[in-house]
């Protein structure tokens, strides 16, 4: 009987070691899943960080090739309305110089001579302007319009009255 009650007085101790170890295993697979949980967070929220930085570049590098493009496209407009400009004053001086001619015979050499002045002052501002690339234009406009502002908005205010009847008048006859 003295090994039965020994037994029995070590089997509470067991069990309670059983009991003991069995919490900890479970403390352990609390602790365990807790940390999972959290790297698991942690690395999704570093994920969605880094998709939104990149979403943030990708929009950044986005906006720069429309703006890229778009500077281009302004660029390529201003050269071609350049060159058609130019080529409208050359024709335009031609024009006159020819008639300059009929002006000669009709109202007298005088007044020839003044259409032929007005020739050449169109084409010189013709090949001026077709000397100049668009930045330089630009700038010019700047200056003047820093120099003279009035003037600059008094042509501004002209050219759109000039517009808006163009546009009128083409509306009308649609």
Same mark, same amino acid.
Do not use: C, H
């Given at each position: %009987? ?39 967070? %942690?690395?999704?929220?570093k ?18 090739e ?18 058609k400009?130019?080529?409208? %004053?050359?024709?335009?001086a ?69 517009l ?11």
């Amino acid at each position: %009987m003295g090994k039965q009650n020994t037994a029995n007085a070590a089997e509470p101790g067991f069990t309670e070691s059983v009991q003991l170890a069995t919490a900890a295993v479970s403390a352990a697979k609390k602790a365990a899943r807790a940390k999972v949980t959290s790297a698991k967070t %942690m690395a999704t929220d570093k994920v969605q960080a880094a998709k939104e930085t990149v979403s943030a570049f990708d929009w950044k590098k986005q906006a720069e090739e429309v703006t890229a493009q778009a500077g281009k496209m302004a660029r390529d407009t201003a050269t071609t309305a350049k060159t058609k400009t130019s080529s409208a %004053m050359d024709g335009l001086a031609k024009l006159i110089t020819e008639t300059a001619q009929t002006v000669d015979s009709k109202l007298g050499p005088q007044y020839g001579d003044y259409a032929r002045q007005a020739a050449n002052a169109v084409a010189g501002a013709a090949k001026s302007l077709d000397s100049k690339d668009v930045d330089q234009l630009l700038g010019e406009a700047r200056n003047f319009v820093r120099k003279s502002p009035a003037v600059a908005i008094g042509a501004a205010a002209i050219a759109g009255y000039v517009l808006m009847r163009l546009a009128r008048g083409s509306s009308e006859e649609d």
